[in-house]
């Protein structure tokens, strides 16, 4: 286990690494550890994540109070807590607006097409979480639903969270989404989607538990449009993979 003053430069690097990428504009976005039971390590409000120092952080209680730092706690902390209550093995959260992947988020469009086998096997998928105000319980009441069973979550209008069991991880689910929200963009520029589907499919969803050791859901069943943001089949067949993977998971 690293020391509180290895988590707080790993904030500060992944931080600086999301908005270098592009991840987050101004003050956008926010990082956390869970140092222990009782404390959780955070940016702070109003801050650039590229321009912040292992000193500007904060550390909450469960319960989002400060417990040390000289900043203010973020009003979106209260998404982090939850994760952390509801995900025990979860030590990593990063929430930014990264630009392709809240596109979807903000057109309604789920990832939650098996296009590419590797982000099956990562991720299973990305639903889309209805829309709630930041820093309101409507935010946390619209994620609570999603956070058991998947490990990236695309937040209507406003952005994406991904969490691990620790922040490098969290890091890299996010690194993913980005990147397959720009691959389904092609899909759609091409018009044209194909899912993977049958006994391919039913491979990797193989894959995926082994990988997981048993302790997380296989291929998740996609949830986007049972959580409100209901939508029309489109031409180019948006839900025709969300079809494949419900039926599969009724068929067991
Ligand atoms: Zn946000």
Redesign the pocket.
Known sequence: MASERQYREQIVRYGRTLHERGFVAAT???LSVRLDQNRILATPTCMSKGEMRPADLVIVDREGRLLAGRRRVSS?IAMHLLIYRLRPEINGIV?A?PPTATGFAAAGVALNQPLVCEVVIGLGSIPLAKYGT?GTPELTDALAPLVPTYDALLMSN??VVTYGTDLSQAFMKMETVEHFARIALVTHQLGRQQPLAGEDLEKLVGVREKYLGGTQPIVPEPVGSRNGNKRKKTADGVEAGSEDLRRRRVSQ
């Open positions: 956008d976005g926010n979106e929430h607006h930041p406003h952005g």
